[in-house]
């Protein structure tokens, strides 16, 4: 390459990742009006945060914890044979979401103490890391779920206190 060629690619580079940094704002602004709380979990950022609130979409979409469970594919699947009592996770359902379960998961394995006490306690029930990080994905699931369904609750609430006044 020549040398005019590379300023010119590392320029385009520059420009780039400015145009990234202003994306992640807007969607930062947009996930902090949507569900703030969502932001304070380990491991959830403006990035993975987007597509679990674009999957969520409104309050009452999911019947319940194990539907959401089950569109974002974290749900474990009998994958029982003989004597062997296994489960494997759920191929089907939204990729977005479960690549952000995934993100958020091993993030946390990897920075939290409680999430690697609760991942070694799996190990020594006799399960595979991979199951570990299976049981793992569908706590945070659960949890995320529940935080979803209290900010809707609370904005709701709030729309119903304006609607009084009005």
Aim: glycine letters at 6%; charged letters at 25%.
């Amino acid at each position: 390459m020549t040398v005019r060629a590379m300023r010119s690619t590392a320029q385009r580079v520059q420009v780039l990742q400015a145009e990234a940094k202003e994306l992640e704002n807007e969607i930062l602004a947009l996930v902090r009006q949507q569900a703030p709380e969502l932001l304070g979990l380990l491991g959830v950022g403006p990035i993975t945060a987007a597509p679990i609130l674009v999957s969520w979409s409104h309050q009452g979409r999911f019947r319940s914890e194990a539907a959401f469970a089950s569109f974002a594919g974290v749900s474990p699947i009998s994958a029982s044979s003989g004597l062997t009592n296994r489960h494997r996770l759920n191929r089907s359902g939204g990729r977005q979401p479960n690549r952000a379960m995934h993100t958020i998961t091993l993030i946390r394995m990897r920075l939290d103490p409680f999430t690697q006490t609760y991942v070694a306690r799996k190990i020594a029930e006799g399960k595979t890391s991979r199951d570990a990080q299976r049981c793992l994905k569908r706590v945070i699931c659960r949890h995320i779920f529940k935080i979803l369904e209290r900010a809707d609750r609370s904005r709701l609430g709030n729309v119903e206190e304006l609607a009084q006044a009005a």
